[in-house]
């Protein structure tokens, strides 16, 4: 009796077990994976801007002062530096304002060139990793004009050993003033905004004084002592190009450039 009830007992698990393998009759479903959608970054759009936002033409340049500049613009600054025998000691002439520097034939010199229209909005340019340099040396900016793109390190130096203050007044960025000390040789500083053109001053010597324009691009350019400049890389295109001096005000043309050409563009600046 005993046996039997065990044998019986063995065929009902057995057939529990088996009926449990089987599971259903019906084949598992299974989950098709969802494709991603892609990310600003991998967009079409994005990388095709990426990819034209550069190009293979250049636009080379003279800028030229027309007319006589007032005595005031090219004054002497010894009378000012006086007070601090450590700048007048880096002269062996007269310091001259910085407000209009010509060349040999009236080129001039500090003027910021930039390609104010014409780049494709959705272009994206990489912030370059060397950072702009200014320098206070005998009491001045050098140099007195600068670009840079948009979160470029500006490194401000203070080559005098003398108490400075550097006082930034943009009309879009953030303004700073920061003081720096014989102990401080350096500052540095980004700006988040574009904008053209904004003056920067030293509030312990009235007669320093400088510029810097901030572009989300990199076509722009100062002239040197010759009034030359260039632009590289541009993309081929029509761009409106802006010329600034500080005593001279603006003047814009427009420029139809082509890929592998060098285009020459000359402005003429005059006292209005």
């Not at 959608?37 to 002062?65: H, M, N, Q, W, Y």
């Not at 407000?99 to 009236?106: A, D, T």
């Not at 370059?128 to 140099?143: A, F, H, L, N, T």
């Not at 007044?169 to 574009?194: C, D, G, I, W």
Request: proline share 6%; glycine share 6%.
């Amino acid at each position: 009796m005993r046996k039997r009830f065990v044998a019986i007992v063995f065929m009902v698990t057995t057939v529990s077990i088996l009926i449990g393998c089987s599971g259903s009759d019906k084949p598992a479903e299974r989950r098709r994976p969802v494709p991603k959608r892609p990310s600003a970054s991998t967009d079409s759009k994005t990388v095709t801007a990426a990819v034209d936002s550069t190009g293979t033409a250049v636009i080379i340049g003279e800028i030229t002062f027309e007319g006589k500049a007032p005595k005031k613009w090219t004054k002497s600054l010894a009378e000012d530096m006086a007070v601090e025998s450590a700048c007048i000691a880096e002269y062996s002439d007269d310091p001259v304002s910085d407000s209009i520097v010509l060349g040999k034939e009236n080129q001039l010199a500090n003027v910021f060139v930039h390609i104010a229209k014409g780049v494709p909005t959705n272009a994206e340019y990489a912030t370059p990793s060397e950072p702009v340099v200014i320098d206070q040396k005998g009491c001045m900016y050098k140099p007195h004009v600068v670009g840079a793109m948009v979160g470029q390190e500006i490194k401000i130096l203070n080559s005098d050993g003398i108490m400075h203050n550097v006082h930034a007044l943009p009309a879009k960025n953030t303004e700073f003033n920061k003081a720096m000390p014989k102990t401080r040789k350096t500052y540095s500083h980004t700006f988040e905004e574009a904008e053209p053109i904004f003056p920067i001053k030293c509030d312990v010597h009235p007669w320093m004084g400088g510029y810097i324009g901030i572009s989300n691009h990199p076509f722009f350019n100062v002239t040197d002592i010759d009034g030359k400049f260039e632009i590289r890389n541009l993309p081929a295109g029509t761009y409106d190009v802006k010329a600034w001096h500080e005593k001279l005000g603006t003047q814009t043309q427009a420029v139809t450039v082509v890929d592998g050409k060098t285009h020459t563009l000359n402005f003429t600046l005059s006292k209005s």
